[in-house]
C-alpha cells in the first residue's frame, strides 16, 4: 500500500508520462499540485487541453500553429527557406532576431539505423514548395551530428539540380567557450572556415 | 516573438509553476504533451483537478485523505502514533511494510530563523490526540537536521511529564554506504548505539 490515495496515484502515473520524469520526480510534483491554489490547478489543467485541441502543424511548414497555415509562413519572405529537424529548433532559430524568412520542419532525420528513410521525413513536401517556384535559397540547419550531417547532404544533392542555393549553417567554436576544450573536428572545421578580419 | 504561438506559452508557464521546472524544462513538457495522445491529454487534465479535489487533509492525523478521516487513522492501532513533517514522509515511512501505527503530521517544523514557533506546527493536535487516551508511544520521525532534531526534542520535552513512550529513529550508517565516506557526526551516533550481534 505505497500511497493508498488513489487520485494521487493516478496524478503521479501521468506525471511519470512526461520526459525523464521517474516516480520520485512525478512524486514532488503532484505533492505541489495539491499545495496549488484551485483555480492555479484549474488553470493548468485547462492549458494542458487547450494547448493540445488547438495547436496543430501548418500545411505548408509542419511547424506547429494555432491555423491552418502558420503566421511565419503567413507573413514573412518565402524565398528563404529554413530546413530544421523538429518543431522546438524553430523556437530556437527564431531567437535569432534578423532571419525573415520562412521555415520547414523535416519531423525526424534520416538514420537508417532506427528504420527511417528519406521518404519518412518531410522532404518530399520540401521539394513541393520548391516547385511551386520562388525559392531562392534553403539554410540546412539540422543538428551537427551524423544523421544531421546526412540528411542535410542527402536533401542538398537532391536541391542543387533544380538550381537552388543550399547552405549549411556555420560550424566552429562556440561562443564563449575555451579552444583548449574544443574538440578535434569542430577546431578542423573552425580552421577550414577562417575568414579576414 | 519567442514562441508567437499562446496556447503554447501558456502551457510553459503552467508548467514553471512546478518545482525546480525552469524554462527549457516546462518546454520539454509542452513538446511532449503536444505529441501525446489527446485522450491521454485529457486524462492527464482531469487527474489533476480531480486529485486537487478530492485531496483533503484527515481530521485526526493531518495527513491526505480522500476521506474527513484516512485509512490509516480508521484501520490502524492507534496505541502507536509516528510523527512526522509532511504528508510525503508519510509515504516513505510507508514503505516499512510492518509499521502497522498511525501517524500525525506536523505541517512543518520548528524553525525560528524562518519565524515558524511550536504553535505554528499541529503540535496542539498531537498533544489532543494523546489527551483522549490510548497512545503508548510516540515515535518522532522528522528529519535528521537540525531543525528537525530540535522539533523531535520540543515535542518529546512535552511528552515525557505525560507519561508517553517516546522514541527516536535510530541513526548511524546508510545500508549500502561506505563508512570511509560516513561524516563524524553520524559515525559517532552510530558508535554510540552499536548493538550486539
Redesign the interface.
Known sequence: ????????D??I??FT????VGQKTA????????N?D?N????????????????KYCSVCGN???EEVC??CKTRNSETICVVKE??DV?AM??VRNYNGTYHVLHGVISPLNGKGPDDIKIKELLNRINQGGVQEVIMATNSDVEGEATSMYIARLLKPLGIKVTRLAQGISMGSDIEYADEVTLTKALQDRREI
Not at 500500500?1 to 494521487?8: F, L, P, R
Not at 508520462?17 to 525523464?20: D, G, I, R, S
Open positions: 500500500m505505497k500511497n493508498s490515495i488513489e487520485s494521487m493516478r496524478l502515473n501521468s508520462k512526461l520526459p525523464a512524486e514532488r510534483y503532484a505533492y505541489a499540485v495539491i496549488m484551485e492555479a490547478v484549474k488553470e493548468f489543467a485547462s492549458n494542458l487541453v487547450l494547448a493540445k485541441q488547438s495547436i506547429w500553429s494555432e503566421n511565419i518543431p522546438k523556437v527564431e531567437k
